[in-house]
């Protein structure tokens, strides 16, 4: 198994999901929010391209979560996804601990520390 190929951003082109799985990572314009899990036909991750590098990489995470809580329903270990405010809370608590010890690929501790300057 390779690391997946990156876009412009630094966001993975593809999420690999186990077993010869992978699920496409998309950023479009003007999708009416910062991203979504889309489960219809050909299930990806869509990010919406007009935010921040940063926020890009955050919204990624949140995304992860619903993929991993689908994954956990598809097993009957979860009867349904947690509410979107814990997913939203969990994913931002989470992304700060990682981006700022250096554990997230794609943002650097530069990039996330202005971010946050920027958001506070």
């Known amino acids: 198994m390779t690391y997946p190929e990156r876009d412009q951003d630094g966001l993975p ?4 999901l186990g077993d010869d799985e992978s699920i496409p990572v998309r950023q479009k314009h003007a999708m009416g929010g910062l991203g979504c899990l889309d ?6 991750i ?5 935010q921040p590098k940063v926020g890009k990489h955050q ?3 949140h995304e992860l979560i619903h993929t991993a809580c689908e994954g ?5 270990i ?10 939203t809370h969990i994913s931002a608590a989470l992304f700060n601990l990682l981006a700022a010890n250096g554990l997230w690929n794609g943002v650097t501790l530069e990039e996330f520390e202005e971010y946050q300057a920027k958001r506070t």
Not at 13 to 16: G, K, M, S, T, Y
Not at 46 to 50: L, Q, T, W
Request: no cysteine.
């Open 13 to 16: 082109v593809r999420i690999n």
């Open 59 to 61: 919204i990624l995470l």
């Open 46 to 50: 869509v990010i919406e391209a007009d």
């Open 72 to 76: 956990l329903k598809s097993r009957d």
């Open 39 to 44: 489960l219809r036909a050909e299930p990806e």
């Open 78 to 87: 979860i009867r349904r996804q947690p509410s979107e405010l814990m997913i």
